[in-house]
Structures are given as C-alpha cells and as structure tokens.
C-alpha cells in the first residue's frame, strides 16, 4: 500500500471520529492489557490445553483504545507483511468487528495462526510508538489480532471470500504448512484448480507437527483448513511429490504450475561424540510424536521417552516447545541448554515467560561437547563447555566463546537437539534443473520464480528457517504472480 | 482408507498382507518401503513392500506379531481398512547384471530380500541365495526364493530345517567356489554384521538393507540414524541400502532398542 493510499483510508469520517473521541492523554494511562492464562499446576500435565485464554471484547476493546492512530504507523512497518494494523485496531475499538476480520484477512490468510505465533515483540510491537518514544509497553497487536480472528472463526459470520470465476487450471502446491495454505488458498479465490499435496498424514506443515497445541491448538489450523476446503481446494495426504509421483508425472497429469513449499524439516545434530546413544533425539522427533501420534495420551500405540531429567539443546522456538511438551510428560526437571544468555535467545518471549511460569530451568552460555551413557547405552549425561560472550558476530548477537577448562556434566535420561533445521532435500533432488543455494534453499527470483519456467517456491525451502508470516506471506506473493504469469500467457 | 484385499499366515506368527494403495503400487520398485499407520492415535511405523500389482492397485507387505502396531496388524482381516499409507519411500536397489549375485537373508527380513532378488534374477544375474532363520516356524518365503534362485541353501539354527548351521558357514563355501561379483545382506543386525565380515575378507561389494525406529519416513525426524563411514545418515532417505562394510553396525544395533522399554509397557496394556 502506497502512502497516499493509506492516508485516504486514515482519513475516512469514521476513523477521523474515533480517533478524536478519547485524547491521547487518556488513551495513554491506560495499561497494557494483561492475556488470562490457564494456571500453571492445571496446564502443565495436558500438551492440549492452551496457555493463553484470549482476550474478552471488553478486553480487547480497551487495549484497541490504547492505540494512538499514528499517521505514520512503526507497527506497519514493523510487520514482515505490512499488516494493516491501526485499521483493524480502529475497527475493533469502533465495534466493527466484521470489519476488523476484513482487515486483517486482507493481509495475512492466517490472522488467527499469526496473532498466536508471531514474535510481535520484534516485529510490529518493536516499532510501536509507546515501545519506542513514550516508555510504555507497547500495543498489544498479537493478542488483538488473535481475539479478531477467533470472534470471526467463533461468531458464525465467518467472512466467505469472493471467487473470481473458476477458470479450470490445475496448480499444485507441494506442502501444506503455512505458505502452501496461503498460496492455495489465493489462487482458489482467483479461480484456480487448486490441489495441495502433503507428505504427511495431517494437513498443516508445522503448525500441526512442530508447534505444539498448548501454544496453537488444531482446531485453529482446521478451521482454516476448512475454510480453504470450502473454496474447492483439494487436499492429498500421504503424498510425497517426488517420491510417490514426480513433478514430470504431476505435469502430465495437467498441472500447469508448482508451488514449492516443503520447508526446512530436516533436524540438524551437532556431529558430538555420543550423539547416537539412545535417549537423544531430534525435537522433530520427539514433537511429531506427540502432535502427530498422540504419544501424550497414555492409551495411544505410540511409545515416548520420558525421565527424570530431560535436557533440551538450543534457544528457538522449537527448543522451548520441546522443553514444555517434557515438562507436561512428567519431567521432574526440564531443562534449556543454550550456548548464549537469555538475551539473545530467539524464542518467542511470551514462550519464555511461560515456560519460565512452568518451572523450566534455564542452562545458559553452555554446549553441549560430549554425551555419555549407561551400560545399555541410554545417555545419562551430557557433558557442556561453559561460554562467555566476546564480540557480536555477524548475526548481531554477541558471539559465545569457550571458557576454556571450564566443563560441567548435567544428569539427564533424554537429550531433545533442538539446533534447527535444514531444508527439505525431496524436491531439490529430485526436479532436473532447479537452481539451490550451497544450504540446499531454493533460488527464487523477486516474483518467487525459480530457475526452472512452471516451478514457484516460497517459506522456509527458500530462506531456510524462518517464522510463518514470512512463510505465509511468500505463499501469497507467489499465488499474485502465478496469476500473472496465466495473465500474461493469455 | 486402504483396504485389506488378502491375509496369508506364513507361519505361526507371520503374516502377508496385500493392501489396496494403487499410487504406491504403481511407484514402487525393490528396496521401497512403506510407512503406514492404521488409524486415528496410531503410530507411523516401516515395512519393506514385498510385492506389488500396479494393475490390481495393491502392494504386500510381511508381519511378524511382536511390537504394539505389529500385533494389530496381524489381527487385522480382509476387508478391514488402514488409515494412512506414505509411500513409496526409501532409494531403491540398484538392479542390474553384475554377473553372480549372494542373496542373504536371515528370518521375517526374508521379505525384504525376495523383490531385490527377483529383479536381479531377472535382470540376468546367477542368483545364489542363503536364508536362515531360528527354527523351521520362522523360515518363510523358501518357495519364492527357490523358484527365483538358481542355487539355494536353508538352514535353521536348530537344524528344525535344512542345515543346522551358522550362517557364514554356507556363505564360504559358496564364495570359495564361485566367483561372487555383489552380495546383498538383509537380516537382523548381528547377522548382517556376519555376513559383511566375511564378504570384506573376499573384496565383495556388499549392500545391507537397514531397518529402523522411524516416524516420518521423509528424513524430518532422525530416528533412523545411523554411522555410515563415520558420518550420520538417515536410513529413510539415504537408505534402506548402505555399502555393508562402511556401515556402524555397533551403533546401529544400539538404536534398534531405543523404544524397548516403552514399547514392552505398551504391549503389555494392549495384552
């Protein structure tokens, strides 16, 4: 959106009034809104309970009203996708909440995924202007866009989006995770045959095997599965595209474009002595197991490791999910190993707070070096080389450097290596001619094109780990050009 | 859903099973396998295809009763349906004409050996093949393995069946009086050890087939995780098949039982 375009819909009657109708002054002294949580001792034995409540609307209306309007939004700005964040905000505070649903749908596909995953507080909260100028906390965006999401999903009045005329060309999107259901669902409502492909058994990608639903419940990702089914997408679980059929035989059945969306899955070690030992998995793994398999419910057929200790390696959001989900097994102690301080973890800082709530103990500015093991080679302990911080590096996170003699040993009966991802190789391998980078990332132009003419691609099979507004919004750049593309060839 | 077409009990406590899955089917070659989970709140576990008929749309696949998913396998019936079939999956066998070519198979992995050693009879290989098994109950698939092998030899541990014997014992003569260009190994972790001792000390190139804990079966996971020349693989995706002399079968051993104990608590709730 252009700046003019923006200031037109800034100064429309209503906006105008609203914004006039509370001074600043007093849209000020209001608090931040405080999210209700679910208490610690009933969350922490079910991984399906979510932690946060939501926001009532009286909630929600008050903290909108904290919102000063600013004419030249940071919190835009702030938004990988350029939400439009005042305008819903305005809406909610006016009580249009129709509306509000509109605005937020108009940019994000997932408005409802994003409010409860986001990491705000670098984002659109980080360039908020009680955050920057005023030493006040920042609005809370996150939580309001989850309350517009969930009062549109829950109030029945679900907002039907129109579908240009359906003009019979077959798409396939290779991924169901969040920048395939964006992409799909775009090019559904400009009128293509829209086919999703997903290599496992549940729609979803990484909101339903990684994030686990204490944080993002499934019936939120189904509910807009759902929405996207109503549109006529088709849905094929158990699919591997370049396994079970290749992109030549999905071409020949008249797929006349690809949308590459199989993201970064594959779990990276740290190639330590012991690595190997039972006891110590990846937190895909451990995660899938639960999320996909339901390990958690004791009559399931799924089988989990549990103990006393569990020691998760890695500071990122799936690290802290990992560390949760042990707790809510029964792990006595639960415990982060990460190789810098708390400060420059890149988990998601609401995560940390409620694991911090939940008794997670937290092993700072230590690496893991070696694991070792009992006689039936189960881990027992993991040795660590204590850090300290030395110069940024290129990251701008100051650098962990060994301190040198300095090692300690912490008890544990399961390892959870929660270091990152790699990109899915399946489709890198497997499609002649598709230019990858050195990290095994699709190359894609500005438009997402790749190298080869009918092959798209976006999410983290591009940029390597990322978050999912970033994924998401990949998805819906690439459906505006594969559009253009059909438009153009006419 | 895919339906059971057939069941055929192979002996006291293994079964055959042909599946409906025609996409699989239609994909398959030697070597895939199959991740299937046979309903709501199951587990994704592993099997080789044994055979497939891409005209009927089904593939087969072999079960011994141990383990929580495998023992409801077993008691499924034709008509009974399985929820989710991920396949196939897994690097296929390199088939070729190599000139003579050593099948070994040890027990219910027998399965796993049978589509390799066809398409390499086929392929106009001499095909040798050993197969083992505990006792007579656990041999199974001896037929098929006849029909498609122009030399065999069975043996049991107890000498229930064929020779009494250690595996390698028919496996040197063999190779003292052929010349043996490639060898395949598909059998517990000790006995595949065996066999790649022994091949090494005659310069054989070797493939073993590997099995493995897995839950995705896409390389997401890292169950199947294994040492192969001193660097990790992933058995599902870089695998089934690994040269046999390069292969941590130490390691590999170890990590075969690393759900034992859940897996027995689980077993005894469904008994």
């Known amino acids: 959106m252009t700046k003019e375009e923006y200031k037109e819909i800034y100064n429309q009657e209503w906006r105008k009034e609203i914004r006039k109708s509370v001074s600043p002054k007093e849209r000020m002294a209001i608090p931040r809104v405080v999210m209700p949580t679910v208490p610690v001792e009933e969350r922490i034995h079910s991984q399906r309970i979510e932690v946060n409540k939501g926001l009532s609307l009286e909630a929600a209306q008050l903290e909108a009203k904290r919102c000063l309007d600013c004419a030249d939004p940071g919190c835009m700005k702030g938004c990988p996708v350029g939400m439009h964040i005042p305008t819903f905000i305005k809406n909610l505070e006016r009580g249009n909440l129709l509306e509000a649903a509109k605005t937020a749908k108009s940019i994000s596909a997932l408005p409802a995924v994003c409010g409860r995953v986001c990491p705000q507080e670098k984002q659109c909260e980080a360039q908020c202007i009680y955050h920057l100028k005023l030493n006040k906390p920042a609005v809370s965006i996150g939580n309001i866009e989850r309350f517009i999401a969930d009062w549109e999903r829950e109030s029945g009045n679900a907002i039907i989006p129109e579908i240009t005329e359906k003009n019979g060309i077959k798409i396939a999107i290779i991924g169901s995770g969040p920048s395939g259901l964006a992409c799909a669902g775009d090019l559904a409502k400009l009128g293509y045959d829209v086919t999703v492909f997903e290599a ?42 370049g396994v079970t059929a290749t992109i030549d035989e999905l071409r020949e059945e008249g797929f006349k474009a690809f949308y590459v969306a199989t993201g970064a899955g594959v779990p990276k070690f740290m190639n330590i002595p012991g690595e190997n030992y039972n006891g110590i998995l990846s937190a895909n793994e451990y995660l899938m197991r639960i999320n996909l398999m339901d ?114 040993e912490i008890d544990c009966s399961v390892v959870v290596v929660a270091i990152g991802v790699d990109p899915n190789p399946i489709i890198p391998n497997s499609v002649e001619g598709l230019k990858t980078s050195d990290w095994g990332t699709i190359e894609v132009d500005d438009e997402k094109h790749s190298s080869v003419d009918d092959i798209f691609a976006g999410g983290d099979i591009v940029r390597g780990a990322a978050t999912v507004i970033l994924a998401m919004g990949d998805g819906r750049e690439a459906a505006a050009n594969i559009d253009k593309k059909f438009k153009s060839e006419k | 859903m895919n339906k059971i077409v057939s069941k055929e009990q192979l002996s006291s406590c293994v079964y055959k099973l042909e599946i409906e899955a025609p996409i699989v089917a239609k994909a398959q070659k030697p070597g895939n396998f199959v991740i299937l989970r046979i309903k709501e709140k199951g587990e994704r576990v592993p099997f080789t295809i044994v055979e497939s008929n891409p005209s009927k749309g089904t593939i087969s696949i072999v079960i011994r009763n141990m383990g929580v998913t495998r023992t409801k396998l077993c008691n499924l019936n034709v008509g009974d349906e399985i929820k989710d079939i991920l396949g196939p999956l897994g690097r296929r066998s390199e ?30 290989n001499k095909v040798i093949t050993i197969i083992s098994a505990k006792t007579k109950d656990l041999l199974i698939l001896e037929d098929e393995m006849r029909e498609i092998s122009d030399e065999i030899h069975v043996l049991t541990e107890d000498g229930t069946h064929g020779e009494k014997g250690n595996f390698t014992d028919p496996m040197r003569k063999v190779i003292e009086k052929e010349n043996i260009d490639y060898c395949m190994t598909i059998g517990p972790v000790d006995m595949m050890r065996d066999c790649a001792k022994v091949t090494k000390e005659y310069n054989i190139p070797t493939r073993a087939s590997l099995y493995s804990i897995m839950v995705d079966g896409t390389g997401m996971c890292g169950a199947c995780r294994v040492s192969v020349n001193g660097r990790t693989k992933f058995t599902c995706v870089d695998g089934p098949e690994f040269d046999a002399h390069a292969i941590d079968f130490d390691g590999l051993l170890l990590r075969i039982d690393g759900y034992r104990n859940e897996e027995s608590k689980k077993l005894q709730h469904l008994k």
């Open chain 1, 295 to 408: 390990a958690d419910d004791e009559n399931a057929d799924t089988p989990i490791l549990t103990g006393k200790n569990v020691v998760v390696v890695g500071g990122g959001n799936t690290a802290i999910d990992a560390v949760r989900a042990a707790k809510r097994l029964g792990a006595e102690r639960s415990i982060i190993v990460y190789r810098r301080s708390m400060d420059e973890m890149p988990a998601r800082l609401e995560e940390i707070h409620h694991s911090q709530d939940e008794g997670i103990e937290f092993y700072n500015l230590a690496n893991p070096i070696e694991y070792l093991a009992d006689e039936t080679g189960r881990v027992n302990k993991v040795r660590v080389q204590m850090m300290e911080l030395g110069e940024p590096d290129e990251s701008g996170r100051r650098r962990p450097v060994a301190i040198e003699g300095n090692i300690e």
């Open chain 2, 95 to 124: 088939i070729s004409n190599k000139g003579t070519f050593l099948a070994c198979g040890n027990g219910i992995r027998i399965a796993a050996l049978l589509p390799i050693a066809r398409a390499m009879k086929e392929a106009g």
């Open chain 1, 200 to 241: 496992l058994h549940e729609i979803g990608g990484v909101l339903k095997y990684g994030i686990p639903e204490f944080c993002l419940p499934n019936y939120v990702v189904d509910a807009e599965i759902d929405n996207l089914k109503a549109l006529g997408i088709k849905f094929v679980p158990n699919f591997v595209v």
